[in-house]
């Protein structure tokens, strides 16, 4: 029997490096998105705020589920108001703040902030798992950590990351195509 995805979810399917900012194209922080994540305890729950560079803001309450991997996941959203979003905001959570960039190609790169300074990670998504495994990786990614649980937003928030700690996955070769 085929597996089934959660009445109103989409398969959201990603791919993340991390990013070698010495290669990486230039950031402008003016066009820069802010994001705040909030991972609320013993849930699959997500709360966040993104605050585009012109100041507005959209707020909305996430939730993946279990998938084949986590470069394919379902993923529901539900769209909320700045009050809403307080109430929730209320509850105890483990937090992320990131800066997303959109840098061509698809791809955008995420700078993050306080506990998490130093981690640069890179994400790229598609409609479909052909499309995401045909996808030419740029140079600036070194290392693939799409299916690192380790480098997962709630991992990443409750466990925290160390710059010495060498990941999981395997190393991308100078000129891999894939």
């Known amino acids: 029997m085929p597996e089934t995805s959660p009445k109103y979810s989409v398969v959201e399917r990603e791919r993340r490096f991390l990013v070698d900012p010495t290669l990486a194209p230039a950031l402008d922080p003016t066009t820069a998105r802010l994001i705040e994540d909030r991972y609320l305890p013993g849930t699959g729950l997500r709360l966040r705020r993104v605050t585009a560079p012109d100041g ?68 790229i998504s598609a409609d479909d798992d052909a499309e995401l495994a045909a996808i030419a990786v740029p140079s600036w990614c070194t290392v693939e950590v799409t299916e690192d649980v380790a480098y997962a937003g709630g991992t990443l928030a409750i466990d925290g990351w160390h710059a010495t700690a060498a990941p999981g996955v395997v190393t991308i070769a100078e000129g891999d195509e894939r």
Do not use: C, Q, W
């Open 56 to 123: 507005s803001v959209v707020y909305k309450l996430g939730k993946k589920y279990p998938g084949t991997g986590l470069s394919s996941r379902p993923m529901t959203n539900i769209y909320l108001d700045a009050a809403e979003y307080d109430v929730l905001a209320a509850l105890s959570a483990a937090v992320v703040i990131k800066r997303r960039h959109d840098v061509g190609g698809g791809f955008a790169i995420d700078v993050f902030e306080r506990a998490l300074a130093g981690l640069i990670l890179a994400e």
